[in-house]
Nanobody, 118 residues
Framework: QVQLVESGGGLVQPGGSLRLSCAASGRIFSINAMGWYRQAPGKQREFIAGITSGGTTTYADSVKGRFLISRDSAKNTVYLQMNSLEPEDTAVYYC????????????WGKGTLVAVSS
């Protein structure tokens, strides 16, 4: 299995920046893609950004141009650089990994809270 641990969340003022990290462990050799989702109070969990094993990135329109996803393959870690944060970005952010094999598995971290408020 794959274990995911997020870190880097916290309280930040509007316009500020945060960098989230997601460290993967376990059967990481079979991970095809990793990404970030978020869930705000009263809303469904939504896709934010993803990156494939080949380095292809995808962003939700709501964060395009403000957030950047990257990876450090040697450290088995994916990052989410969040700039120009807005109160609407307040949510619990979850790391996600897709594992390929005889059965495709999806793994989730426990989440890290990002609160954007003055």
């Amino acid at each position: 299995q794959v274990q995911l641990v997020e870190s880097g969340g916290g309280l930040v003022q509007p316009g500020g920046s945060l960098r989230l990290s997601c460290a993967a462990s376990g059967r990481i050799f079979s991970i095809n893609a990793m990404g970030w989702y978020r869930q705000a109070p009263g809303k469904q969990r939504e896709f934010i950004a993803g990156i494939t094993s080949g380095g292809t990135t995808t962003y939700a329109d709501s964060v395009k141009g403000r957030f950047l996803i990257s990876r450090d393959s040697a450290k088995n870690t994916v990052y989410l650089q969040m700039n120009s944060l807005e109160p609407e970005d307040t949510a619990v952010y979850y790391c996600n990994a897709q594992q390929t094999g005889p059965v495709v598995m999806t793994y989730w971290g426990k989440g890290t809270l990002v609160a954007v408020s003055s």
